[in-house]
């Protein structure tokens, strides 16, 4: 019985498809792997997720996941895991910056072991209210970066700060997710328009999928996160103790 060790890129529709981790199959076989979950799964409630490193097996000519390995966290919505870094996009202007849903993302970060980036966009619209923005979150020892067209030094960092990891966007719809993923990764996605009438842009991204980045990272293009709400695990009572610049105060 052929097996092998892969990971979930995207799932559409009931199917999954997997980049295989050993290097001798790639030499063999296509690059992705088409597969459904093994039926037990669903009597025992447990669903598979973009990120997840499985076991694939080959039955009647079939690829099925009989597997999944231990995740390192999870997040609902959207549904992917084993996620080591989140850039978390915010335009200066076009549409004006949602610093409380910034602050919700850093929060959902911290909580499920999440190394926040904060993306600032559009920086050429008004380059001082940017480097005010970055000033401010760059003592939360926040990596800060200031991105627009001209800011090809800054994306060549950012692509490094990427390298042999798994990181997803996230920020309201129109700060230029898509587009910031064009820059960092070889497949291209489609890039939407600003809505002048509501200042906001519309959703571009349809599904989750891993991207590969150009240094050899993956970056999940996600739908669902221009309306977050708070992790359910953080309650009033511990909410303090996820804010860094708490740790040392007296703020009880």
């Not at 199959?25 to 669903?42: A, V």
């Not at 895991?81 to 549409?95: E, F, G, Q, R, W």
Request: glycine share 4%; charged share 25%; hydrophobic share 35%.
């Amino acid at each position: 019985m052929k097996k092998i060790n892969a990971r979930i890129i995207k799932g559409i529709g009931g199917f999954y498809y997997c980049n295989p981790i050993d290097s001798s199959f790639l030499l063999q076989e296509k690059d992705l792997i088409e597969c459904k979950p093994k039926g037990l799964f669903r009597y025992q409630k447990i669903k598979p997720q973009v990120g997840d490193f499985v076991t694939l097996v080959k039955e009647n000519n079939e690829w099925v996941i009989t597997e999944i390995k231990d995740r390192k966290n999870t997040l609902i919505r959207p549904s992917i895991s084993n996620v080591d870094k989140a850039l978390i996009c915010v335009s200066v202007k076009s549409p004006k910056p949602n610093l409380l849903l910034l602050d919700q993302l850093i929060l959902n970060c911290f909580i499920n072991d999440i190394a926040p980036i904060i993306c600032i966009t559009k920086v050429d619209l008004d380059l001082t209210k940017a480097k005010e923005l970055k000033e401010i979150y760059q003592k939360l020892n926040i990596p800060v970066y200031l991105l627009s067209t001209e800011q090809e030094d800054e994306i060549e960092l950012l692509i490094n700060e990427l390298s042999n990891t798994s990181a997803f966007l996230a920020g309201n719809s129109g700060v230029g997710k898509s587009s910031l993923s064009n820059r960092l990764c070889l497949t291209q996605m489609d890039t939407g328009n600003l809505s002048q009438k509501l200042d906001r842009g519309k959703h571009t991204t349809r599904h989750i999928e891993l991207l590969k980045t150009l240094y050899n990272g993956y970056l999940l293009d996600t739908p669902g996160f221009s309306n977050l709400e708070l992790d359910e695990k953080i309650t009033p009572e511990n909410l303090k103790f996820l804010y860094p610049e708490f740790k040392d105060s007296q703020c009880f």
